[in-house]
């Protein structure tokens, strides 16, 4: 079982910043891309940032986030900053085996239960 738990959400005014976390289970970074997600009422759910198990962050939807692991605490990071109201959404951690290939969402079996982010 690979369980992935998102944490770091919270309220924040337009121009703030977040740190959001996720914490994994398993040996997941040793073959497994990882993912953020973000979905917002009414909206489909968008890739937001893609990092392999090597390291290399394969996708940033925005300048504003960057995309980080410590493999040392299972951990996968987004830092946000500079929010905007757009960004308001719930984010959700995602991962599957093998290296990075697709934003699909559909190409990603693992999921946490979500963190939401909220900029006013």
């Known amino acids: 079982h690979v369980q992935l738990v998102e944490s770091g959400g919270g309220s924040v005014q337009a121009g703030g910043s977040l740190r959001l976390s996720c914490a994994a289970s398993?040996?997941?970074?040793?073959?497994?891309?990882m993912a953020w997600f973000r979905q917002a009422p009414g909206k489909q759910r968008e890739g937001v940032a893609i990092i392999d198990s090597d390291g290399t962050i394969v996708y940033n939807y925005s300048g504003r986030f960057t995309i980080s692991k410590d493999n040392a605490k299972n951990t996968l990071y987004l830092q946000m900053n500079n929010l905007k109201p757009e960004d308001s959404a719930m984010y959700y951690c995602a991962a599957h085996g093998g290296t990075c290939s697709s934003r699909r969402q559909s190409d990603y079996n693992y999921w946490g239960q979500g963190t939401q982010v909220t900029v006013s």
């Open positions: 398993g040996n997941i970074y040793s073959n497994f891309c």
